[in-house]
């Protein structure tokens, strides 16, 4: 008897193949092992084995272009997930904020400042209108300049001014 007439039953077959029996069953379904020839207890061994070794081969050989086009694209994916994870989870913890909430708070500082700074001008005129000293004049501009300033930076104006926000979002 030569190594090409070796028969085993599929119990004996799984044991050389590692596998379970239902396996070995599943595999000649697939075409991957030959068939039993003859009956079902007629499983040509070295048949069975180099063609489930050349399976094994294939399945571990290196990918091809569009495995590795495949796995890239699934990389990329995975990454962007867990950017995105990292994004909400530092927001949670309030390491970041919304831009548009801070071009909001910003638009209405800046808007706060030009109001200000326009409304000097006519609370001034009449205080200044009958002083003739420049140094007293400077120093009227100095002093309503450095209020208005206390005033915009004062925790009452930014409390205020994020409440007011808040306000017109829930509107």
């Known amino acids: 008897m030569s190594n090409a007439d070796i028969v085993v039953t599929p119990d004996v077959l799984a044991k050389f193949l590692r596998v379970n029996t239902s396996r070995v069953h599943q595999l000649a379904r697939e075409g991957i092992i ?21 399976y094994k081969e294939q399945a571990t050989e290196k990918p091809k272009a569009k495995d590795a086009e495949y796995w890239g694209e699934q990389t990329r994916l995975t ?3 867990a950017d995105r994870e990292e994004l909400d989870l530092a927001e949670k913890r309030g390491q970041l904020v919304d831009a548009v909430e801070i071009i909001q708070e910003y638009s209405n500082y800046v808007l706060a400042c030009r109001a200000k700074l326009l409304g000097m001008p006519t609370k001034l005129a009449y ?29 009452e104006f930014i409390n205020s001014s994020t409440s007011e926000t808040n306000s017109e979002d829930s509107q």
């Open 79 to 81: 990454k962007a997930r």
């Open 34 to 54: 030959p068939k039993p020839k003859g009956g079902r207890a007629n499983w040509d061994l070295m048949a069975c084995v180099h063609a489930y070794w050349d």
């Open 127 to 155: 205080e200044l209108i009958e002083m003739n000293n420049p140094n007293i004049i400077e120093n009227k501009l100095e002093q309503a300049i450095d209020e208005a300033l206390l005033e915009l930076a004062s925790e």
